[in-house]
């Protein structure tokens, strides 16, 4: 799984450029509003505000739009995004100070029953490309 991240104090943010690119891509139509304090803008669609924290972290065509665009053309005004990758299927804690994020830890879940029976094959490998295992328990 492909992830973008901070890598520097001030925090996660997606440039103008990157978010139109990505609304293009998507085919949908935003409509860039400013406000009375200068370029601090912000996007419609239709009746719906369309902000950076709609866009997931994962998102393929955000991804994509990373690649195309870089770095510096894609991170927002106070951030240098940074393209990580993770194993597929993991979950993953995602830390921060000040701004500058990092991933403390990755995980898959694995059932009471899968421990029992033995973990297929994909399972294992799985389980080997992860910091831990969390065991979900069944409720009685």
């Known amino acids: ?37 200068g370029d601090y803008g912000y996007y419609v669609n239709g009746d719906e505000i369309v902000s950076e924290n709609d866009i997931d972290r994962d998102d ?18 106070h951030g240098e995004l940074k393209l990580i990758e993770l194993p597929d299927g993991c979950e993953y804690d995602l830390t921060e100070y000040d701004g500058w994020e990092s991933i403390s830890n990755t995980w ?4 009471v029953k899968e421990l029992i ?3 297929s094959p994909d399972r294992v490998a799985d389980a080997l490309n992860v910091r831990s295992i969390k065991i979900a ?4």
């Open 1 to 37: 799984m492909k992830l973008l991240i901070n890598v520097c104090y001030g925090g996660f943010g997606i440039s103008n450029e990157a978010i139109e690119l990505w609304a293009k891509k998507k085919n949908i139509a935003l409509t860039k509003k400013t406000t009375e304090y």
């Open 137 to 140: 328990r069944n409720k009685a």
């Open 60 to 77: 393929p065509t955000l991804i994509e739009v990373f690649e195309e665009l870089g770095s510096e053309r894609t991170s927002g005004q």
């Open 108 to 111: 898959i879940n694995v059932s």
């Open 117 to 119: 029976e033995g973990l």
